[in-house]
């Protein structure tokens, strides 16, 4: 990729007031944003809205959610061992009917993945917008453990490489199969119809 032109680098400075109205903020100070000379007025004017709605919509909990739409989210050491693959992927669809994608889930067994949902991600607030997606990265939240697993998993070797030029102290761990094949499996974007009432 080559280097920006002076001109496209330079950031463009606006009144807070300006689009105050747009974003819900209130119109005092300033902000600083950047757009591209080459944008079209109509992209910019469909992301201001995008931020609009953003800011105006309340946050959710999926957990609540989906149990409001009969999906069954019973604490994990209720679940029987031959009733958890199918209780789980009751609700990974529930949550794709939302908008809530997984991804690289590939490194936990059924049992540890319904945990981390049940008593954790699907509790966190998230704004969900009509048409919006959501991707919920396993391995993203930048722990030490997560990074590890990331490397041991899922990434490629020119990456491992490129890392570890960049990070020549990090301990970089051996890479390893996924012990489970389940991410080709998940529900992807348009893969299934979407709830048009959220709340």
Same mark, same amino acid.
């Given at each position: 990729? %080559?280097?920006?032109?002076?001109?496209?680098?330079?950031?463009?400075?606006?009144?807070?007031?300006?689009?105050?109205? #747009?974003?819900?903020?209130?119109? !005092?100070?300033?902000?600083?944003?950047?757009?591209?000379?080459?944008?079209?007025?109509?992209? /910019?004017?469909? $992301?201001?809205?995008?931020?609009? #709605?953003? +800011?105006? @919509?309340?946050?959710?909990?999926?957990?609540?959610?989906?149990?409001?739409?009969?999906?069954?989210?019973?604490?994990?050491?209720?679940?029987? +061992?031959?009733?958890? #693959?199918? @209780?789980?992927?009751?609700?990974?669809?529930?949550?794709?009917?939302?908008?809530?994608? *997984?991804?690289? @889930? =590939?490194? *936990?067994? =059924?049992? !540890?993945?319904?945990?981390?949902?049940?008593?954790?991600? *699907?509790?966190?607030?998230?704004?969900?917008?009509?048409? %919006?997606?959501?991707?919920?990265?396993?391995?993203?939240?930048?722990?030490?453990?997560?990074?590890?697993? &990331?490397?041991? &998993? &899922? #990434?490629?070797?020119? +990456?491992?490489?490129?890392?570890? !030029?960049? $990070?020549?102290?990090? /301990?970089?761990?051996?890479? +390893?199969?996924?012990?489970?094949?389940? =991410?080709?499996?998940?529900?992807?974007?348009?893969?299934?119809?979407?709830?048009?009432?959220?709340?």
């Amino acid at each position: 990729m %080559g280097k920006r032109s002076r001109r496209e680098r330079k950031h463009r400075h606006f009144r807070r007031d300006r689009v105050a109205e #747009a974003i819900a903020l209130p119109p !005092e100070g300033m902000m600083e944003s950047w757009v591209s000379p080459d944008c079209p007025p109509q992209i /910019v004017d469909q $992301f201001w809205r995008h931020v609009r #709605a953003f +800011e105006s @919509t309340a946050d959710s909990i999926p957990f609540d959610l989906l149990t409001r739409k009969g999906v069954e989210l019973l604490p994990p050491d209720m679940i029987e +061992e031959a009733r958890l #693959a199918g @209780t789980l992927w009751d609700v990974i669809r529930g949550m794709a009917s939302l908008g809530l994608y *997984l991804l690289y @889930t =590939d490194h *936990l067994d =059924d049992r !540890e993945l319904y945990t981390r949902l049940w008593k954790d991600l *699907l509790r966190q607030p998230v704004k969900l917008l009509p048409g %919006g997606v959501w991707h919920i990265d396993l391995v993203g939240t930048g722990s030490h453990e997560d990074l590890h697993d &990331y490397f041991r &998993y &899922y #990434a490629e070797e020119e +990456e491992r490489l490129s890392w570890m !030029e960049e $990070f020549p102290d990090f /301990v970089m761990p051996e890479s +390893e199969p996924r012990p489970r094949r389940r =991410d080709h499996r998940l529900p992807r974007p348009d893969d299934m119809p979407r709830d048009s009432g959220l709340h």
